[in-house]
């Protein structure tokens, strides 16, 4: 029954991001510059990280108006590195969310801005005029920063593209995907987890809980990556090895690497039981999936 009701809960949560992404991500921008924002963001993708802030937010009765924007925001923010990761100049991919890439649909320099646009959007709607304290503005603005720029996500894909046919041991290889796919998704819990009450305790075993999830999610991302057709995937199978950079898998192994996805989301589950949060089910349950996925 908790598994039906949660997929219940999420499409109520996904219906309700997808339309206030396109309330806030305009079409009429200058020059198809809107477009471009638009089809970059709009239907498609897994939105974890949506889920993950409303589902923090939840667990500590945060504010519906706050974590509603945070989850739109950390997605703009996801969409946006996804058009430029997906460039000729950094990853070169013609396939994301089951449909060309942006620079393949509106060439490179109109990819380009859109992400642009789309990472200040972000912060605009997180900064509304009124319906969100601007202290509780200021604090999901920083947090968001932190994860996306040098020391996060930005740093780690510096990183990656700097791995790239270099032998990592298992702590490197944990670092750059700490700042590259984990920070932002930790972020995501704890954007969630700001728009409520927490002691700091609590506050410590959701990052912890969002730390794990982070790098499961990226162990997952790299099996799925050798395991599944890019018809399943949304985007191109095989291009880690065939680009000679550096995985779980790699460095790993296969078996190993399903192990530790494994042990990390037991971590995830481990902290969140220590946070003594009495209404975390969704928290819990999305942390099986990210790491139960099959694309």
């Known amino acids: 029954m908790k598994r039906a009701e949660f997929d219940q809960w ?6 309700a ?42 667990a500590v009765g945060g504010q519906h108006e706050a974590a509603l924007r945070a989850a739109c925001a950390v997605e703009l923010i996801h969409a946006y590195s996804l058009i430029h990761d997906d460039m000729p100049c ?8 089951g449909k060309p890439t942006v620079h393949v649909q509106f060439g490179e320099a109109q990819a380009m801005l859109a992400g642009d646009a789309m990472q200040a959007l972000a912060f605009e709607i997180l900064t509304p005029d009124e319906g969100v ?3 509780l503005q200021a604090r999901l603005c920083a947090l968001l920063a932190r994860a996306a720029g040098h020391d996060g996500m930005a740093g780690g894909q510096a990183i990656d593209l700097a791995s790239i046919g270099l032998p990592l041991d298992e702590h490197t290889l944990r670092d750059m995907h700490h700042r590259k796919t984990g920070a932002l998704l930790q972020a995501s819990v704890l954007m969630g987890a700001a728009c409520g009450t927490t002691t700091p305790p609590q506050w410590q075993a959701l990052s ?5 999830v982070g790098l499961a999610f990226q162990v997952v991302d790299d099996i799925l990556d050798v395991t599944q057709a890019s018809e399943t995937l949304g985007k191109t199978a095989g291009k880690d090895l065939h ?5 779980y898998v790699t460095v790993l192994g296969l078996d190993a690497a399903r192990r530790h996805a494994a042990e990390l ?15 975390a089910a969704w928290l819990s349950l999305l942390a099986d999936k990210v790491v139960d996925r099959d694309n």
Not at 243 to 247: L, Q
């Open 17 to 58: 991001v997808e339309a206030a992404l396109d309330r806030w991500v305009p079409e009429n921008a200058p020059a198809g510059l809107g477009l471009a924002m638009r089809y970059g963001v709009l239907d498609g993708g897994k939105r974890v990280r949506p889920l993950l802030v409303l589902a923090a937010a939840q």
């Open 208 to 212: 912890d809980f969002g730390d794990a």
């Open 243 to 247: 680009n000679n950079k550096p995985t």
């Open 10 to 15: 999420a499409r109520q949560q996904l219906d």
């Open 90 to 97: 950094m990853d070169n991919d013609v396939l994301r969310r």
């Open 265 to 279: 989301r037991d971590k995830a589950q481990a902290a969140l039981a220590r946070s003594g949060l009495t209404h």
């Open 133 to 135: 304290p601007p202290a």
